[in-house]
């Protein structure tokens, strides 16, 4: 993520305005959590215990110039998931003949980009614990 902030999602996650979610739906999962950050003045009790959460995490963002960019994360530690993504046009506007690319962030390296055709429905490969940015811009003329 901060990665992307400070490259390629700059104008969204630095400069932009967040958006409300698409209407995604996805399957639950259940992640650990332990909690050790306390004041070294007290007594150490760890809190543990489990959360509830969608299995993909996402959110939209505009950036300035009106491009839109949406970010989904795979909370699954294996295996890997295609995600289809509906691009309703009444909260995206109209934006066929838009350029649309996806970039995935890499555990070593920089994030790898490829463009995909418009189309009011896309399917994206989210692999456990990456960050996929698709990106819609404003249309071409």
Known sequence: LGELRVGVANKYLVFGTMRRPLPIVVDEIKLDW???NRPHREPFEPESGVYTVPEV???A????DGSIGLFFANLHEQGD???TIELPLATLG???GSIVTVTATQPIGHPVQHAV???PTITI???PRVLVMVEVLKNVP
Request: charged share 15%; no cysteine.
């Open 57 to 59: 995490f996402h959110s």
């Open 94 to 96: 109209e934006r066929s």
């Open 61 to 64: 963002w505009t950036a300035p």
């Open 81 to 83: 998931a295609a995600l």
């Open 34 to 36: 332990t909690h050790f």
């Open 125 to 127: 490969e989210a692999p």
């Open 117 to 119: 055709a418009w189309s």
